[in-house]
């Protein structure tokens, strides 16, 4: 009687173990859509055995209590996991440096920049119309009006530049506050699993599933690595250095520069602020390259495509290829700033130089033998020292507007300096001397450069365009090779791209280039970060068979542990059958 009604509790271990399977089950399917849930299985294994110990057996015998669960098993490949995290960080860089680009090319109006390009070669004509009749107030005006509308478009699109910028800035700040707000989360749920599972009866997945499916999230924003200690504790480093611990998290701050408010993420722990000494998330001295394994993380691409200034001419004229590549170009908004402001730059200079040409003092001015120095006097009276290689109005071979007044008029004008200030000298002959000092760009100050902020038409001229100059001095004859020399201009090998390019090109060309490089550039990174996603893809649908939900397979399980509890229940009233009838029959 006694093993018959020990044979009941092997039943009701069935019947325990079935439901508790089916319920775990029953949870999978009913978060078979739940992103970042992780499917449970079910692990059997043996009761205790009572053991008979008899002295006339053979051997000792054992009496089963059944089955119960041993684990339900929370299943995860952690290679599969670090493998989807290295690769979604990729493709989220390489996507937000593809996405800068073309937001760079629509500023440009589609890959062809037809809108700005149209400009470009409208004004381009206007120097050719001017060409046949030099003295023809229309052609005059037409110059004029070409050159406004250049010039507009022009500052259209580096202000689209300039605004995209801002747009990129506000990005960065919004991802440095959910890096923060994760790495919050990740140490609030590691100290809730370490409080359950601390008992080691108890495994916390649904808090892991939520750590889990953050740092998939933390992956694409940043470099990370991570580790798993004994405990439960998960620690994070973000490039390197710690981000989460054991017992806390070290937030993010942003240093914003005051000129452009461009915001820089840095290490408030690691920093002396007060000192003006920061510790930067990132640090760019060595080559992005998948080589390196640092080009992850779509902060450091928006970071890196926005650059931490507004670009001019002079982040690119005069630069070595290394030391471009090391800054500029490592940039897609500051190149993009930079090359559309040379060639600005380039046309702008070039015109105005032929309008109003300069030659050193040198050869003007009647300097004592072995003097490398001259003062003159400036129209405010003011003594000022000038150079021998100073650069003045070369009167000889300029050309007037219809006043015959001197200086000539250029066409384009700095917001910050006139481009002659009159000076007058005595030579040694005793006579009195008129010269026109040229006022150099200034590279401390923007309003003194022939820079895109800075520029404009000249008003002088749009109020009387006749002003323009094209007469020769003295005579007042029209002079037709200056008017030739302005329309072929644009085809002369003025410009390089950048030092990367060692060939020249013309005004006309440089467009072009400019253009191609950028779609060059942005074909690359499209077809990178394409790849990667296919590549994630793949990675990600190998993890989903080991961690995800299949309906089908559930259902089969269900059925499965169903059947199984049936079979228990069934197993329960045959004992229960049994035992009624040995207590009838010993009754009776």
């Not at 009866?201 to 999230?217: F, G, I, K, V, Y």
Request: charged share 20%.
């Amino acid at each position: 009687m006694a093993n018959g009604f020990g044979t009941l509790f092997i039943g009701v271990a069935g019947l325990q173990s079935s439901q508790n399977a089916l319920n775990i089950t029953a949870n999978n399917m009913a978060n078979v859509d739940t992103a970042g849930y992780v499917r449970q299985q079910v692990l059997f294994e043996d009761r205790n055995y009572i053991t008979l110990n008899t002295t006339t057996a053979i051997s000792h015998q054992q009496s089963g209590l059944g089955v119960k669960i041993g684990d339900v098993v929370h299943s995860r490949d952690i290679f599969l996991d670090r493998s989807y995290r290295t690769e979604s960080g990729r493709q989220a860089f390489y996507q937000a440096t593809y996405e800068a680009t073309r937001e760079v090319e629509t500023y440009f109006q589609e890959m062809e920049g037809q809108v700005f390009q149209g400009a470009l070669e409208d004004f381009w004509v206007s120097f050719q119309e001017l060409s046949k009749a030099p003295d023809d107030s229309v052609n005059q005006n037409l110059v004029i009006q070409k050159a406004q509308l250049f010039l507009s478009r022009a500052n259209a699109v580096y202000s689209g530049l300039q605004s995209y910028q801002y747009n990129m800035n506000t990005q960065i700040r919004d991802d440095v506050d959910r890096i923060n707000e994760i790495g919050k989360a990740i140490n609030e749920l590691n100290l809730n699993i370490q409080k359950i599972e601390a008992g080691k009866l108890e495994t916390a997945m649904t808090l892991r599933d939520a750590r889990d499916q953050l740092l998939d999230e933390l992956s694409a924003l940043v470099n990370i690595s991570y580790s798993e200690t004994v405990d439960g504790v998960v620690k994070v480093s973000i490039e390197g250095t710690e981000f989460v611990d054991e017992v806390r998290y070290y937030p993010l701050e942003l240093q914003v520069d005051k000129l452009t408010g461009f915001a820089t993420p840095y290490w408030s722990h690691l920093s002396d602020v007060e000192r003006g000494k920061y510790t930067y998330l990132f640090h760019f001295n060595t080559d992005i390259s998948a080589e390196n394994k640092n080009d992850m993380g779509k902060l450091k691409a928006q970071i890196l495509a926005r650059g931490d200034h507004i670009a001019t001419y002079r982040d690119v004229e005069g630069m070595d290829r290394t030391t471009f590549n090391d800054t500029t170009g490592m940039s897609v908004m500051l190149k993009a700033e930079a090359e559309l402001d040379q060639m600005i730059h380039g046309i702008v200079t070039a015109i105005n130089d032929i309008l109003a040409p300069n030659v050193e003092a040198k050869e003007v001015l009647n300097l004592a033998p072995g003097a490398t120095t001259m003062d003159v006097t400036l129209e405010d009276g003011t003594i000022k020292t000038v150079d021998v290689t100073s650069k003045i109005l070369d009167e000889k071979n300029c050309c007037v507007g219809a006043s015959g007044e001197l200086p000539p008029q250029e066409l384009f004008t700095r917001i910050g300096t006139p481009r002659y200030t009159k000076a007058t000298f005595t030579d040694n002959a005793g006579v009195l001397q008129t010269i026109y000092l040229y006022n150099e760009e200034d590279p401390s100050d923007s309003t003194m450069q022939y820079t895109l902020t800075s520029l404009q038409v000249n008003e002088a001229l749009i109020q009387r365009e006749t002003e323009l100059p094209h007469l020769t001095i003295g005579n007042m004859t029209v002079d037709y090779s200056l008017a030739e020399h302005l329309a072929s201009v644009w085809d002369e090998n003025r410009l390089t791209l950048n030092p990367n390019d060692t060939k020249g090109c013309s005004f006309k060309g440089y467009y072009k280039s400019m253009i191609g490089e950028l779609a060059t550039y942005g074909n690359v990174y499209g077809a990178t970060a394409d790849t990667l996603k296919g590549t994630v893809a793949s990675i990600d649908n190998q993890r989903q068979q080991v961690i995800g939900v299949s309906s089908d397979e559930e259902l089969t399980s269900m059925i499965k542990y169903q059947n199984a509890y049936n079979a228990s229940s069934r197993f329960i009233n045959v004992v229960d059958e049994m035992i009624e009838h040995l207590i009838m029959r010993l009754g009776a």
